[in-house]
């Protein structure tokens, strides 16, 4: 399904950012340096695109478009495209940014999600953050294959995400770095418990669980990653940035 409008009927200002908020509130819970990590995204892209008059980036698994929004302030001449199958994260996304970027429901695991995004160009550049884990690797493959196939040569891709070691020793230690870092606060059930229970969201919440498939942690390491993008057509790939296992990955075209 694809589509700028499809079961995201759209939401209040106040009542998108006020959930934008707490959504921001518990995924630090999660990735203490997310901040951080987003402003390595933004000066990837600041370094990659210079001298580009309206780079045009996609935000792969934008979520409610907490990195588009960055971007979008980072980046003011960029046309930003968020993708992501979720309607409701979508609806508020488009409530709290409604100027960031353009966000397009697309299913990233199904074939030729890119070419239903409406592109009139090759983009210049992709982003994503802790959303692509959720991936298996088969499919992920394909999505790198189908982006590498779209993005203009020497475009970039920057995706921001926990990437393990395969070393046991190597990840449990960075693993525990990681968790060390991390506050108490809403945590994810929590949320998505009170989202279930928020009247104005109703619709949105019966039309994501019409959609709900299996998702998890596939666990892949930056090596897994670096095999799959070079596979695709991405020239060179390696992190930028790591606190942890947080990695910034960062592959050109």
Known sequence: MTSDTAGTPPLEAELARAWLRRWDAQQERYVADRERRFSVIGDVLAHSLSGHDRPLVLDLGCGPGSLSARLARRLPSARIVGVDNDPLLL?????????????VEADLSLPGWSAALGLDREPDAAVSSTALHYLPPRTLAEVYR????????????VNADNLYDEQPAIAGIAATLRRTRV???????????????????????????????????????????????????????????????????????
């Open 146 to 157: 189908e982006l590498a196939g779209r993005m203009r040569s020497g475009g970039v891709f």
């Open 183 to 253: 506050g108490g606060g809403e945590d994810w059930t929590s949320w998505w418990r009170a989202v279930a229970a928020e009247p104005a969201l109703a619709d949105l919440v019966a039309e994501r669980e019409k959609r709900a498939s299996a998702g998890g942690d596939h666990r892949m390491s930056v090596a897994v990653h670096g095999e799959l993008l070079r596979q695709a057509g991405f020239d060179q790939v390696g992190p930028v940035w790591q606190a942890g296992d947080d990695v910034v990955l960062v592959a050109v075209r």
């Open 91 to 103: 609806a508020l996304a488009r409530g709290a940014y409604p100027r960031a970027a353009r966000f």
